[in-house]
C-alpha cells in the first residue's frame, strides 16, 4: 500500500492564480480531511469528507474548494491564490469509525 | 469551539533525558491522540487513548488519558537524536464521525 500520496511536493503560484493539490489513498478509508498547518498554529482543518459524494467545511475554509467523486480522491482547490495561503498542506484519511487518521506527507506552497 | 493547550511550546533537552509534556483543555474529550511530526514530513499517530485514566505505552514512549477527561500527558523515556520533532495531542471535536482538533504543538530538540 502507498498509504495516502500527495502531489505536488512543492509548488509556487503567483496571486490569483488557481491551481489543485491532489491527495490519493488506497487503504479504502471512508473519511478524508484537508488541513494548513503554519508556523505556531498547529493543525488547522480546511474541509472534510465522511464519504464519496460528502463533504464539510472545517475551521478554515474561505479560499477553497473540495468534491469527491470517488472514495480514493480528494483534490483540494485554490481558486484565486493569496499570499495569506502560503502555506503546508496536508491530506489525511482514515475509517469511518476511527479517529486515527493517516497523514500524506504534504504541499509546500508558496504564493508570491 | 473546542481548543487544545499544549505545554511546553518548545524544549531543548539533554541526549539521555527524560521528556514530559501535557495538553489540557477546557472541554472533555473521549479520545486523546498523539502524534509526532518529523521535519519536512506529515505527522505520524505514535499512541491512542479511549478511556479515562488508561495509561498506554509505544516503546520508550508512555501516554494517559487524565482522569478529569481534560487532560493527557506524553512521557518520553532517554531521549535520543530522533525523537527531534513536533509532538501534537488531538481529539474528535464530538463523539461520532467527526474531524480532529489538534493542539499547536510541542517542538522537541535534542542536544548530544
Redesign the interface.
Known sequence: NAG?TQTPKFQVLKTGQSMTLQCAQDMNH??M?W?RQDP??????IH?S?GAGITDQ??VPNGYNVSRSTTEDFPLRLLSAAPSQTSVY?C?SSY??S????????TRLTVT | ?QQLNQSPQSMFIQEGEDVSMNCTSSSIFN?W?W?KQDP??????LI?LYKAGELTSNGRLTAQFGITRKDSFLNISASIPSDVGIY?C???TTSG?T???????TRLSVIA
Open positions: 495516502v471512508e473519511y480531511s488541513y505556531g498554529m498547529g493543525l488547522r482543518l472534510y465522511v472545517g475551521e496536508f489525511a469511518s469509525h479517529y486515527e487518521q493517516y497523514f500524506g506527507p504534504g | 469551539g479520545t491522540l502524534y519536512g514530513e506529515g505527522p505520524v499517530l491512542a501534537f488531538a481529539g474528535p464521525n474531524p480532529l482538533v489538534f493542539g499547536k504543538g
